[in-house]
């Protein structure tokens, strides 16, 4: 509960986190929201409404799982409670969702929805189906303070946390929209979860032939700026009892924010990926802004030191692919040395540039990219090209800012047109 109740939340400026008040509209019924609580944040919850430290532990356990295996959102249908106390629970808390304000889906059959907070922020997640798995991509934050040149995210005003319910919330509206909540009553396979790390080599999809496979913190926002949310969701995300998403099916993506990676490998344990996207001090400084704290070799070190990646793990370098910016022979060269005096155990993830209005940058032409991917691989790293999915819909890497935002920039623009007449 210790996130939800608390009225300072960390947002972060610029460079650091500062804290400010949070901005959470408490619920107009004063009912408590138990999504993305953990089991003892649960237990805590039911304590405080009233039950004994003996019944709460056992009820914890079965609200858990009703929540997170299950899907459950109603207490009427949590069948192994006893009728009172479904009623007692529904008079007291709710299981909720973010609100979905649009859906869309690209022709290439990603789908991406705008979501609304109980305090009115808007976000959006996306969901990436492919031959032998279905991602999804989930956003952090709203907004993002880091402003990078190339990215229509961090040109967004609006900035707040995501909280672990809202951070949770999305991976529950995928599964409900995807249908993919065990049925049935509460038998064997209700209670029998899988193990969280079992699947990790399954060929195709999940064994239980589930589409969603597999997580990536790549949505809006910067996730090492909201660490303990993120991780708390995590956790929540990759119990055995719940969800059960094998922390080798969840990547982590991070600007670089280097004081927080060590913790990130401790205390959450996922894959990591790093946005370089250049290899000099001048055009990264450009590109991601946080490189004029936290510099290319020192996050390097950062990613030689991380102590989960592995040969079997290893950690991904993002690299966007922008015209006559960072996509020369010479770069690849450099890209090739720097991972290679690191000794980093490491593939290259080639993202060709996706567009928004308003941007001057352009994609590095298809031979570029080639040619790129080409002297990275022949330096023995791989180098896949990223084909770009759901550009038609605003749902590519980096092309997300939700809709308010964009209607209160025309709004804006509106206001000062009729000034300027007002004036004229
Ligand atoms: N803030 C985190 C995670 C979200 S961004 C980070 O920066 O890593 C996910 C990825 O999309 C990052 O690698 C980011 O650099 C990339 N990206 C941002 N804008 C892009 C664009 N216009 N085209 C292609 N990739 C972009
Ligand atoms: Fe933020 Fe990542 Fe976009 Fe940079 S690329 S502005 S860190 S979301």
Request: proline share 6%; hydrophobic share 40%; with cysteine.
């Amino acid at each position: 509960m210790q996130s939800a109740a608390s009225p300072l939340m960390p947002i972060p400026g610029p460079i650091d986190p500062v804290p400010v008040p949070r901005a959470v509209t408490p619920r107009e019924d004063g009912r408590i929201d138990l999504m993305g609580l953990s089991r003892p944040q649960i237990k805590g919850a039911l304590e405080e409404a009233g039950l004994d430290v003996k019944a709460a532990k056992l009820r914890s356990k079965q609200l858990f799982h009703w929540l997170y295996h299950r899907g459950e959102t109603d207490f009427e249908a949590m069948t192994d409670l006893a009728k009172p106390m479904r009623g007692w629970m529904a008079e007291r808390f709710v299981v909720g969702r973010p609100q979905v304000v649009e859906a869309q889906v690209s022709t290439d059959g990603t789908r991406k929805w705008l979501l609304r907070s109980d305090d009115g922020q808007d976000y959006e997640m996306v969901f990436i189906p492919d031959a032998d798995r279905g991602t999804l991509c989930v956003s952090s934050q709203v907004g993002c303070t880091l402003n990078c040149s190339f990215c229509h995210t961090g040109t967004m005003r609006l900035v707040r946390n995501l909280t672990p319910g809202e951070i949770v919330g999305q991976v529950m509206l995928a599964r409900d929209a995807l249908g993919e909540w065990p049925k049935g009553n509460m038998g064997s396979a209700a209670i029998g979860a899988n193990d969280a790390d079992e699947d990790e080599d399954a060929p195709q999809y999940s064994p239980d032939g589930r589409m969603l496979t597999n997580i990536v913190m790549m949505g809006m926002g910067e996730p090492l700026y909201n660490f303990e949310h993120v991780r708390d969701a995590l956790k929540v995300v990759m119990d055995g009892d719940g969800l059960a998403l094998s922390r080798r099916r969840i990547t982590l993506s991070t600007s670089g924010v280097i004081p927080m990676m060590a913790r990130a490998s401790e205390e959450i344990g996922v894959n990591l990926a790093v946005s370089l996207h250049a290899v000099t001090k001048e055009v990264r400084d450009e590109l991601v802004p946080l490189n004029r704290k936290y510099g290319i070799e020192e996050l390097l070190q950062a990613c030689a030191d991380y102590p989960k990646a592995s040969n079997a793990r290893r950690i991904t370098f993002e690299y966007v692919m922008i015209r006559d910016k960072n996509d020369s022979d010479e770069d690849a060269r450099e890209l090739v040395r720097l991972i290679r005096k690191y000794k980093l155990p490491a593939k290259v993830n080639l993202i060709p540039f996706n567009p928004w209005p308003g941007t001057d940058y352009e994609c590095s032409t298809p031979e570029r990219v080639r040619a790129f991917s080409s002297i990275v691989f022949e330096g023995g790293i791989s180098a896949p090209v990223r084909t770009p999915r759901g550009r038609d819909i605003m749902a590519a890497c980096g092309q997300l800012k939700s809709a308010s935002e964009k209607k209160s920039k025309a709004e804006m623009k509106r206001l000062a047109e009729e000034k300027q007449a007002a004036l004229g």
